[in-house]
């Protein structure tokens, strides 16, 4: 299981866990709990910003390039950003102690590590905080319960509006055919107790209907 969050300290070493530890135990894994923490690479590029905004009045090439390092997805190019940062020298000793100190958790947030694994494409927490974004834009400590009964709305209608484009975008997209065996992958990795528990949620997952989204309805 792969959990992305943002550069919070407090966040990566605590509660997080005790939550997927419980998750684990409802799906009964506890013999296979492992998780992954994730850090969000939008919130590292922002950080990045902060942090070495003297640079980019220096050498604003070498700052963006730098600032895109999370998303960059070959591992050859992120060698060469870092080769371009050491030989520099408009980078202050303290820029590039930050920059040394953000490689040690690269394996976390940088896209080049990160693309071995399954994300789904997901490497930033952004669908969330557009959700937050409404939220701060709607409410206070003031609102009312209708305000926030018409603010779960607008959530709503927006999430509706995005899961309609994705259903229209592929559906209209060619078929590809599956010429592995996920199944007989996960026997060879895992233990019979996992493959025993995952055959039916394996099955259960893949038995769904695709349909189209009704004005009105409510899933919940």
Known sequence: MNVITDDSAEIQQGYIYQILFIIYNMLGFQSHFQSRMLLCGWHIQRNMSSKLSGLSKKDNVLFHKILNLPFVSSKEKFDRIMNEVEDSSEISES????????????????????????????????RIEGLHGVLKRSLNSNSRLQELFECFRTIESTLIT??????NHHKNS????????????????????????IIPKFFKCLNYICKEIQVGHSWY
Do not use: D, M, V
């Open 162 to 167: 995005k899961f309609k484009e994705e259903f």
């Open 95 to 126: 820029e590039l102690q930050y920059i040394n100190t953000k490689l040690l958790t690269k394996k976390k947030w940088a896209k080049s590590e990160l693309k071995s694994s399954l994300l789904g494409g997901i490497c930033t927490t952004s």
């Open 174 to 197: 060619p078929r590809t055919s599956l010429n592995t065996n996920p199944l007989q992958q996960i026997k060879e990795r895992f233990s019979a107790y996992f493959y025993k528990k």
